[in-house]
């Protein structure tokens, strides 16, 4: 059974890793609280100190990973499927990569990125002159959308629902690892973590500030590149990434910069 407590710290949880680290409460909730905290049993004290205890990038994506795997607030929709496919990449990266969820290759291998779309998306950071080894990838929903028992291959995008039950875990996320800015791949991923319903296009070609102060562009998904192959799509996600590079202060060579000029 569910009990009040838990369910308040849970909530609490969420706040503590969206950053929240006091809250106002009254007279009548610090006597809850504290015969609560009275009557806690041993179990729970290595819980807090582990949490207070986390200092480096590594220990806190490392945290983020092992309380995904349960995340009640997606388990409880109902809607997700049950592995949970954490992100991929340096804790260390400068640049972090959102994408939408997890579909059937990246479920099967449990890493973001590595069917079809990884392919493109790899190939964009080739051209960019990066690894994936070098850089952070995170996807907005962390666990593949479910479509009934005959699913097999297909996938769905995730819903706003399925979007705000993670969202916590990439906020915090972004916390551990403060990247210098953030690609959103694809609308799915715009939407959640900016907010707003705005298409790509509209979205796209101008830097957007994350909780005041973390720069995020947005661009086309590499799966709208593979439906897509249009010089004018990828000429548009080059333009973007031009700018993430410079962004980066990374090298951009002539080839680089010219690379859509002739074409
Ligand atoms: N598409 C995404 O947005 N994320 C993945 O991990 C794979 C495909």
């Keep these: ?40 049993s041993p179990v729970s004290a290595p819980a807090r100190s582990e949490t207070s205890e986390l200092s480096t990038p590594e220990q806190k994506i490392d945290y983020l990973r092992r309380r995904a795997v349960n995340w009640s607030a997606a388990r409880r929709l109902g809607s997700l499927r049950e592995k949970m496919v954490f992100s991929v ?9 959102v994408g939408e969820a997890p579909g059937y290759d990246e479920e099967r291998l449990g890493e973001p990125f590595v069917g079809k779309a990884g392919q493109k998306l790899n190939e964009i950071l080739r051209a960019m002159g990066l690894r994936r080894e070098q850089i952070y990838i995170t996807n907005i ?27 916590p ?7 551990a690892i403060r990247p210098a800015c953030v690609v959103c791949l694809g609308a799915t991923a715009a939407h959640g973590l900016l907010g707003g319903e705005g ?3 509209s979205l796209r070609g101008a830097w957007h500030q994350l909780e005041d102060h973390l720069p995020v562009r947005v661009t086309y998904h590499p799966s709208y590149l593979l439906r897509n192959e249009t010089l004018s799509a990828r000429r548009a996600v080059w333009e973007d990434m031009l700018a993430v590079m410079e962004k980066l202060g990374l090298p951009i060579s002539d080839k680089q910069r010219g690379y859509f000029l002739s074409r």
């Design 1 to 40: 059974m569910v009990t009040l407590r838990d369910i308040a710290r849970e909530s609490l949880r969420n706040l503590q890793e969206q950053g929240v680290d006091s809250l106002p409460i009254d007279d009548a909730a610090r006597g809850i609280l504290d015969a609560w905290r009275a009557s806690s």
């Design 141 to 167: 929903c962390k666990f593949r959308p479910a479509m009934g028992a005959n699913q097999g291959t297909a996938n769905r995008p995730p819903t706003p629902e399925e979007i705000a039950a993670c969202l």
């Design 89 to 97: 990449g340096d804790v260390h990266a400068r640049l972090v990569l």
């Design 199 to 201: 298409s790509v296009s």
């Design 169 to 175: 875990l990439v906020l915090a996320e972004l916390r």
